[in-house]
């Protein structure tokens, strides 16, 4: 599997961008789905994931209700949503996938067995 992450940008505070996930490969649309982001001088966190199957997403609590995960199965895509972005949003975003997780413990810190590289976000003030 690989892992194309595309549709970061520099934008405003308030404002809205939607980052892509595209997955090769048949095992993508079998396997869960997750973003993290990295700022500087920080710690990878995780942001959000998805089930293979799409029905159930998980989300850090610091962007739950703004941002929203999904994916469509038929083109091999995973989104991420994100509404009302704050500066403190800023960070290189990376979607990863594989392994397997449970519960939001599992999908939060987990091992991921693909990682694509990462899209570069940033909110201004």
Request: hydrophobic share 30%; glycine share 12%.
């Amino acid at each position: 599997v690989q892992l194309q992450a595309s549709g970061g940008g520099l934008v405003q505070a308030g404002t809205s961008l939607r980052l892509t996930c595209a997955g090769s490969g048949r095992r993508f649309s079998t396997v869960a789905t997750a973003w993290f982001r990295q700022a500087p001088g920080k710690d990878r966190e995780f942001v959000a994931a998805i089930t293979s199957t799409g029905t159930t997403t998980y989300y850090a609590d610091s962007v739950k209700g703004r941002f929203t995960v999904s994916r469509d199965r038929a083109k091999n895509t995973v989104y991420l949503q994100m509404n009302s972005l704050k500066p403190e949003d800023t960070a290189v975003y990376y979607c990863a996938a594989g392994g397997h997780f449970i519960d939001y413990s599992g999908y939060a810190t987990g091992e991921y067995d693909y990682w694509g590289q990462g899209t570069q976000v940033t909110v201004s003030s």
